[in-house]
């Protein structure tokens, strides 16, 4: 069963040059830990490989119930160079929180 994030989470996107910086924050300790498990960077570069042309890395941030997933080459070179309609790449949040996870086991 798919859950899309957003029903777990919140998130918040930032720039630098062409990688977008997105953080990912579970509602709860039972969100936290069903996006642990289910929103890898793998899962997260298949889910964007249209807009995202580089690596996806996550980094966790337990403390938080949350995650840094800095996606490079995402922003076509970036704000100054970029032709796109959203070029510090703020929308990606909303596109991330729009990926559906498993969530069909007990945490």
Known sequence: MG???????H???GDKGDTSNIGVFGYDDDSYQILKKELTATHVENELEEIVEGSVTRYDLPQLNGFNFVLEGALAGGVTTSARIDTH???????????????????
């Open 11 to 13: 998130a918040r996107a």
């Open 89 to 107: 790449g703020k929308s990606l949040s909303y596109a991330l929180l729009d990926i559906e996870v498993d969530h069909s086991y007990d945490c």
């Open 3 to 9: 859950i899309p994030v957003h029903e777990l989470a």
